[in-house]
Each structure stands twice: as C-alpha cells, then as structure tokens.
C-alpha cells in the first residue's frame, strides 16, 4: 500500500502561486494512477488534477485547467502540483492518493489559503 505525504501549501496572495509535492512510499507507486483532491471547509473532496502511472496523460477539472499542473518522477517517488494565478476559491486542504479506488490511506494533506 502506498503511504502519502504532501507538503507545500502555505498562505498565499490572489494571483499568486504554489508548488505543492506529494511524497510516497512503498515500490508500487511508479504503477498507479495518482490525482490530488483538495477539500474546503463544509465541501466535499474533490478530484483537481490526475495523471496516469507514466505521466503520459493528464486531466484537470474545469475550475483549475489552465492554472495547475501535475506532474510526477516515478524515480523519485513523486508527484507535484503547480498552481499559478491562484483564486481565493483555491483556498483547501489538497491530499494525494491513488486516482481511483481503491485509494490508499489518506495523508494530513496540506493547507493552501488564497487571501489578500
């Protein structure tokens, strides 16, 4: 099972930007698909981004397309999140894990605030 670690966020002005990273254990993680979620207060978690086992291929959801990217080293055993031109509706706690079920344990995640 993988086990995940992200890391990154922080506080940050509108129009600003985050890279955040996701570290992972274990020797199966080259082999998976990966997405970051993100959850605000009193919503659920949503899907951002996801990449496929070999970074070939990518997907966004429509709020973030254009703004974020994911990318991933699979040598490295990691996944990052580049987000430019951040909103305050950007403003979550953004987790790692598999991009589908069954999904691994979720991490703390890591807190991004957009605010002026």
């Known amino acids: 099972q993988v086990q995940l670690v992200e890391s990154g966020g922080g506080l940050v002005q509108p129009g600003g930007s985050l890279r955040l990273s996701c570290a992972a254990s274990g020797s199966t993680f080259r082999f998976k698909a990966m997405g970051w979620y993100r959850q605000a207060p009193g919503k659920q978690r949503e899907l951002v981004a996801g990449?496929?086992?070999?970074?070939?291929?990518?997907t966004y959801a429509g709020s973030v397309e254009g703004r974020f990217t994911i990318s991933r080293d699979n040598a490295e055993n990691t996944m990052s999140l580049q987000m430019n031109h951040l909103k305050a509706e950007d403003t979550a706690v953004y987790y790692c894990?598999?991009?589908?079920?069954?999904?691994?344990?979720w991490g703390q995640g890591t807190q991004v605030t957009v605010s002026s």
């Open positions: 894990n598999t991009r589908q079920p069954p999904f691994g344990p």
């Open positions: 990449i496929s086992s070999t970074g070939g291929s990518t």
